[in-house]
Structures are given as structure tokens and as C-alpha cells.
């Protein structure tokens, strides 16, 4: 793909993506620039994925094709203004903050701009990265066509309607977080019981990864799958009945309905 990719902004997320990218090969480290506010992290950017990286959000704007805004939404609004003015007309505008609609980024940007809301994850740095793309009006099946091969690149997406975007966040854009939870949970209960930790870990991580290969490739429903471990007086049906008991599934769509919630006040 010959374009020019720019982040202003290079955490977690947009290193995730970096590091995606570059693994697939879909354009070489020369072909991507990011911004950062500390000298820190940009030179960590540089020795880590060989890229150019600058503390000027400007010089990254008008380097890109395609422009990543990799920022809290706590700062969206002052990086958007100081950066209106350098972006050219056919620069597809990608933003990751939640809270942000496509209404809010064109009054912000105060000028016709090609936008695409998205809201990746942070698995995308191992090319299983889960998406949501929402284009706006302007972007054209060509624009989205770059935009969406840049994300499958390191994982999957999917289009959805602005009205799902806070919903993603707490589906995908968050929950890597909770799989993270509970894959430390599975290793504490082997290590209490005498599992080596880096064994344990192992144990519980190529489980969840099979665990969800298996929904995404069979096509079962995760409950009949669940049924397909669970034999009669049987010990996994003896952990089920716990996790049930101690309100499991509960906590987990509560707290997800919490980061739901979060994600349309931001």
C-alpha cells in the first residue's frame, strides 16, 4: 500500500496499531510518522518500531495520507484546532477516542473533513485485534476501503452505525482488560494450589485463545459450548455452579454496562 501514515499520539494504542502494521508489512516503517508530547516517548517510538517521530502534531498532519488521532478525548478538542488548518482535503481523518461523534469532529474541525470514527483494541499488537469502523458521509468506498485494510492488517472489522460506538468500547475497545482479569484469576488458583505462575499463565492463556477460536470458527453459540464441557456431576459443572453463585456473569455485564455508560460522557 503506497500511503503515508500519521499518529499524533503514540501510547499504548497507537503502538498496538504500529506494531501491527509493521508486522503485516502493509507499508514500510519510512511511510509512517507519529507525534507525541514528551521527548521520551518519541525516542522510544524511534528505537522501537524505527519510524519518524516528532513532539509537532503539524509536521504529522501534513506528512499523512491517512491520520490517526491517537489522543485521550480530554485533549481531542485542542489537538483537533491546532491541526485544522494542515490537514489536506483528501486526508481520511481515523479517530480512536470514545465520546467523540462525527458531528462533534466536523463542527471542531469547522471544515468539510474525510472522518472515521473507530475503536480498536490493543490485541492488534499480535494482529487479533477486534474494530469498529464508522464512516462519515464524505468518506468515500474507496477511502474506507484503505482505511479498512490498514485495521485487517492486525485483525479483524467490522462497520457499525454511530449508535454502537459506545457499546464497542465496552465489548472490545475495553474488555481485553477483563480477559486479562480473569486469565490472572485462573493462574493465581494454580499457582495457590502449586502450578509454577509462568506455567500457570500459559495454561490459562492458550485456554481463553482456544476458548474463543472455537465460538469464531464453529459458529456454536458459547452456550452450547459451555454444555459441551460440562458432563454430568462433573467438575467443570461444579466450577460453573460457583462462578453462578458468586453473580459471574453478572458482574461482567454490569461492569460492562459501566464502561458503556463511561464511554458516551467522555
Partial sequence: MDIKIGFIGCGNMAGAMIGGILKKKLVPAGNIMASAKSRETVEKAEKQ????????????????????????????????????????????????????????????????????????????????GMTALCPDDSVTDEDLKVVREIF????????????MMDIVTGVSGSSPAYAFLFIEALADAAVHDGMPRKQAYEFAAQTLLG???????????????????????????????????????????EATLACIDKAGKL
Fill in 152 to 163: 485487517e492488517s492486525f485483525g479483524r472489522c467490522e462497520i457499525v452505525k454511530e449508535n
Fill in 49 to 128: 518500531f524505527s519510524i519518524a517521530a516528532t513532539q509537532n502534531n503539524i509536521e504529522v498532519a501534513e506528512f499523512s495520507d491517512v491520520l490517526v488521532l491517537a489522543v485521550k478525548p480530554v485533549y481531542m478538542e485542542e489537538v483537533v484546532r491546532e491541526i485544522a488548518d494542515h490537514v489536506r482535503e483528501d486526508t481520511i481523518v481515523v479517530t480512536l477516542a470514545p465520546g467523540k461523534t462525527l458531528q462533534w469532529l466536523r463542527e471542531t474541525f469547522g471544515r468539510p473533513i474525510k472522518i472515521v470514527r473507530t475503536m480498536p483494541n490493543t490485541p492488534a499488537l499480535v494482529g487479533e
Fill in 211 to 253: 476458548s474463543a477460536k472455537m465460538v469464531l470458527e464453529t459458529g456454536k453459540h458459547p452456550g452450547e459450548l459451555k454444555d459441551m464441557v460440562c458432563s454430568p456431576g462433573g467438575t467443570t459443572i461444579e466450577a460453573v455452579r460457583v462462578l453462578e453463585e458468586k453473580g459471574f456473569r453478572s458482574a461482567v455485564i
